[in-house]
T-cell receptor
Framework: NAGVTQTPKFRILKIGQSMTLQCTQD?????MYWYRQDPGMGLKLIYY???????DKGEVPNGYNVSRSTTEDFPLRLELAAPSQTSVYFC?????????????FGPGTRLTVT | GNSVTQMEGPVTLSEEAFLTINCTYT??????LFWYVQYPGEGLQLLLK?????DKGSNKGFEATYRKETTSFHLEKGSVQVSDSAVYFC??????????????FGAGTRLAVHP
């Protein structure tokens, strides 16, 4: 049981380039989330999804896009990379939104934009 | 608004020392409170949680008590081990914060335990 997997682990982008961060979960969870973690800060929610075909914005969605065509996958797209998007990105999933249902996190993707 | 404040790190301890990592929160109503741990190179894992006032969450020797009167959820462990070296995040889910289990995180506290 792999849980939540993310690729790549590390990436360096030039300003204006685009890329997709991949996230896959094998727990058949309905809810999936993308967070970013800036140095010395807590995690902030970028986007979330409550099921295949349904996504919505979190606290810091600007500069990102998501899609959810299957239950398992929830990719995060950066269209025009900017230095402000240098961060560590975490994908997470949960079966249901209630606090009794744990959020499971992937190992993260460290992105640097120069 | 809702927020979480935790003590700045790094916290450096010798093995078998007592650990306290302070966490206080601001929230309306009665939030649920969590501690997550991030070991080097891994994602965050839920360590313990408490969903109502005076509840005590515990796991792997760690404990935290939900104190509404002081709006705190301090993490404690009686005797730390080198394997406890990690970053610890305090988080809350505010009451009525929506159906997607929105978590608000503190900045994290790095713990380093030396033999």
């Amino acid at each position: 049981n792999a849980g939540v997997t993310q690729t790549p682990k590390f990436r360096i982008l030039k300003i204006g380039q685009s890329m997709t961060l991949q996230c896959t979960q094998d727990m058949n969870h309905n809810y999936m989330y993308w967070y970013r973690q800036d140095p010395g800060m807590g995690l902030k929610l970028i986007y979330y999804s409550v099921g295949a075909g349904i996504t919505d914005k979190g606290e810091v969605p600007n500069g990102y896009n998501v899609s959810r065509s299957t239950t398992e996958d929830f990719p995060l797209r950066l269209e025009l990379a900017a230095p402000s998007q240098t961060s560590v990105y975490f994908c997470a999933s949960s079966l249901l939104p209630d606090p009794t249902y744990e959020q499971y996190f992937g190992p993260g993707t460290r992105l640097t934009v120069t | 608004g809702n927020s979480v404040t935790q003590m700045e790190g790094p916290v450096t301890l010798s093995e078998e020392a007592f650990l306290t990592i302070n966490c206080t929160y601001t929230a309306t109503g009665y939030p649920s409170l969590f501690w997550y741990v991030q070991y080097p190179g891994e994602g965050l894992q839920l360590l313990l949680k408490a969903t109502k006032a005076d509840d005590k969450g515990s796991n792997k020797g760690f404990e935290a008590t939900y104190r509404k009167e002081t709006t705190s959820f301090h993490l404690e462990k009686g005797s730390v081990q080198v394997s406890d070296s990690a970053v610890y995040f305090c988080a809350l889910k505010a009451a009525g914060s929506g159906g997607y289990n929105k978590l608000i995180f503190g900045a994290g506290t790095r713990l380093a335990v030396h033999p």
